[in-house]
């Protein structure tokens, strides 16, 4: 009979040290869906403020490219000479291109921004969620 108590305590032992192990690893799984969850949230916000900023750029780069026609086109209509004209619609494609190759480079580093800043939260949740597997 001794025996039987002491594998009935021992059995009883073992499943409420397995319960409490399952019940952490549900607490951790929960947890990590969590924080995934709120990861993904940052990230999205995070995209869509950059996407509003993108089109903020591109807005103002509109309009100064139209202020900038406009400009050209009064410049060629006072010209006095097909030199003049020359000299302007020479002057105006050399500014576009510049603007034009800036405005690149500045949404280049606009769209690198956004793959960094948007993946950072993902990334920092599953650091936290390998050392929460691992640990």
């Keep these: 009979m001794p025996e039987t108590r002491k594998m ?12 409490e192990h399952v ?16 990861a993904a949230t940052r990230s999205f916000n995070e995209m869509n403020r ?15 490219r139209l202020e900038d ?8 209509l006072r010209a006095k000479s097909f030199g003049d004209v ?4 020479s002057r105006y494609v050399q500014k576009a291109y510049e603007d034009y190759t800036s405005q690149m480079s500045r949404l280049g580093e606009i769209y690198l921004d956004t793959v960094r800043n948007a993946a950072k939260p993902v990334q920092e949740t599953s650091k936290g969620t390998s050392r929460l597997a691992s640990g």
């Design 86 to 89: 020359m000299e302007v619609q």
């Design 23 to 38: 019940k952490r690893a549900g607490e951790a799984y929960q947890s990590a869906v969590e924080d995934g969850f709120e």
């Design 50 to 64: 950059i996407f509003q900023n993108v089109a903020a750029e591109i807005t103002n780069f509109s309009k100064k």
């Design 8 to 19: 009935a305590e021992e059995a009883k032992r073992i499943g409420e040290d397995t319960q």
């Design 69 to 76: 026609v406009v400009q050209s086109w009064e410049q060629v």
